[in-house]
């Protein structure tokens, strides 16, 4: 029963308190009489028989229906008079950062083949990579602030070195090109180099998409051109998008692609979609110039938003796998990244509308309420619409409710004697705890950090869109304006 309320009844491995002091949040929020939570208590604790829980529902179901309640709609300023990095929520998240930052610094543990705890994913790809190993929490600890241990330095830089392409994908989530952006950005410059050299040259590397393929690949050593200005990072690029352009299908205006997994349906989003490429593309457009892979860019899009399906008044979301996502790894959470990236606020403002609900099934940045968050303040900080810092708002209170626990309370998943301070999230399936930037805590610490210290998005290029080109005029004009750098 408690389930079918919410499905997050797994949890409670974790959290031995679940049923007694976090749902009843969950009930209240949806306007139903608090004797239902009462009720799935007193089953849960064994304090009722089959006959006590028959005769409940048989007598009490009426009564109990006619108490709910719809909850009242919150009031959406018309004004900001505060910056994010300002608000009272920006202070909170600042101390759950820390919370979970001290969390990490205790789960560590070199002799770990991972390094830290993971999702199970790292061991079907490698123990390195940006999105599940050791990579990801590295680099969300340093991006906000943290300091490193040097054996857990030591620890990534030995094996990067090492890193075969034999046994390393090519891509930026999970191989050679996200593990040189980590290295670059803790400053271990000449191996980044070298790791992002074997990406470029990958034998495997044909899939276009962002997380795994060309795209991701390319945006990288657009980053890379960034930091070194070196040319042949540029002309790297410019030969993923020659590569890119002779694959794409073309239709009606649209431009998409294809790879082994996708068959007959081409997907969408941002991480295996058209809109991954079309983000490589805005930024290979505004570093180089090339019109072609604007328009390309634009034609990716424009196929991904054919994709929406209307969800409610002014609202629409993308379907995956049968299901209506708002999520940055599927849904409108990712799409709306790269259309406001494109300066294409209209085409994006019901993409955001879908973001409005304060919890989700899952905690983490791919597949979960800390990627929407962290959608929610790029479109703060690109449109300064209220709307989006009172949705933001409202998800980090779901967030906090729902998922930042003490690890401490997990007492016997520990080993003998151990015990872990600070604050944790669960990870996928929410059975255990994962410290990955995909799906856990540093996934969630790099967002927190966002909301307390705002600044670019992660893995964006935001470096080379300068503010006044994408922000509202003054008045909170609204409807398309020119895509960053111009052109």
Request: charge should be negative; aromatic fraction near 10%.
């Amino acid at each position: 029963m408690a389930y079918f309320i919410y499905p997050i009844s797994a949890y409670a491995v974790l959290r031995p308190e679940l049923f007694r002091d976090v749902y009843p949040a969950l009930i209240r929020d949806m306007g139903w009489p608090l004797e239902i939570h009462d009720f799935i208590v007193s089953v849960a604790e064994g304090e009722r028989d089959l006959g006590g829980v028959l005769e409940f529902l048989t007598e009490e179901e009426e009564r109990m229906v006619r108490r709910v309640t719809t909850p009242p709609l919150r009031s959406v300023p018309t004004a900001t008079r505060w910056d994010v990095g300002e608000a009272p929520c920006s202070r909170q998240a600042r101390e759950w950062a820390v919370q979970i930052a001290r969390f990490l610094e205790q789960a560590a543990d070199p002799a770990r083949p991972t390094l830290f705890p993971s999702d199970p994913f790292a061991v079907l790809t490698n123990p390195l990579s940006l999105g599940f190993g050791a990579g990801g929490v590295l680099y969300a600890l340093h991006k906000a602030g943290f300091s490193l241990n040097e054996s857990w330095r030591k620890w990534f830089i030995d094996r990067a070195r090492r890193a075969d392409p034999q046994d390393f994908p090519p891509g930026l989530l999970t191989g050679l090109a996200g593990i040189a952006w980590v290295l670059l950005e803790l400053g271990e410059v000449e191996v980044a180099r070298e790791v992002l050299g074997r990406a470029n040259h990958h034998p495997s590397l044909e899939d276009y998409t962002l997380y795994y393929g060309l795209s991701g690949v390319g945006l990288a050593n657009l980053h890379f051109y960034l930091h070194d200005r070196k040319l042949a990072y540029l002309d790297a690029a410019l030969d993923i998008y020659r590569r890119l352009a002779s694959r794409a299908q073309r239709k009606d205006g649209t431009a998409y692609w294809v790879n082994r997994f996708s068959g007959d349906e081409p997907f969408t989003g941002l991480g295996f979609g058209q809109s991954g490429v079309a983000l490589f593309l805005l930024r290979l457009h505004q570093l180089t110039g090339d019109l072609a892979a604007r328009q390309d860019g634009e034609a990716a899009l424009r196929f991904d938003l054919a994709q929406a399906e209307r969800t409610g008044p002014g609202t629409m979301s993308f379907r995956y796998k049968g299901t209506l996502e708002p999520y940055v790894e599927v849904g409108s959470a990712e799409v709306a990244k790269v259309l406001l990236r494109y300066g294409w606020l209209e085409e994006a403002r019901p993409l955001l509308n879908e973001l409005g609900r304060k919890y989700s099934v899952l905690p983490g940045y791919l597949f979960g309420i800390a990627g929407v968050i962290d959608t929610l303040l790029d479109a703060y900080l690109l449109t300064r619409g209220p709307i989006h810092l009172a949705r933001l708002e409202r998800q980090l209170e779901g967030l906090r409710t729902l998922y930042l626990f003490e690890p401490r309370t997990c007492a016997s998943l520990l080993p003998q004697g151990r015990t872990l301070e600070g604050l944790a999230v669960p990870g996928e399936g929410l059975l255990r705890v994962s410290c990955d930037f995909a799906t856990g805590c540093a996934g969630v610490l790099r967002v927190l950090h966002r909301v307390a210290s705002p600044g670019p998005a992660d893995f964006m290029l935001d470096e080379v869109m300068p503010d006044e080109d994408v922000m509202d005029p003054p008045g909170g004009a609204q409807g398309r304006v020119p895509a960053a750098g111009g052109g």
